[in-house]
């Protein structure tokens, strides 16, 4: 089995800043990319930032210059510091991970999402 949980989401005002955290645990043997989505009410879950094992990055547009991508590969773990936030970044947070379990798999996982909130 293969858990991905997410920390960090809350309320806070236009401006300011939060950091999620996302921690993958269970039958893994390796990581190859992990990334963040958002889905707010009535849209699709879009793309904000992905990461390669590697350290390699994308951003959606918008969030370019705004959001941080980073991951700690010896704990399984992915974050997004999200700053300069607008009422617009309103959305659950999913983290995703493409991975590989000791069963010699390669699948993606989601997590159950946290919820971010920018009040004007």
């Known amino acids: 089995q293969v858990r991905l949980v997410e920390s960090g989401g809350g309320l806070v005002q236009a401006g300011g800043s939060l950091r999620v955290s996302c921690v993958a645990s269970?039958?893994?043997?390796?990581?190859?990319?992990m990334g963040w989505y958002r889905q707010a009410p009535g849209n699709q879950r879009d793309l904000v930032a992905t990461?390669?094992?590697?350290?390699?990055?994308n951003y959606a547009d918008s969030v370019k210059g705004r959001f941080t991508i980073s991951r700690d590969n010896a704990k399984n773990t992915v974050y997004l510091q999200m700053n300069s936030l607008k009422p617009e970044d309103t959305a659950v947070y999913y983290c995703?991970?493409?991975?590989?379990?000791?069963?010699?798999?390669?699948?993606?996982?989601w997590g159950q999402g946290t919820q971010v909130t920018v009040s004007s």
């Open positions: 990461i390669t094992y590697g350290g390699s990055t």
């Open positions: 269970g039958s893994i043997v390796s990581i190859i990319d």
């Open positions: 995703n991970a493409d991975l590989i379990t000791r069963w010699g798999r390669r699948d993606a996982y």
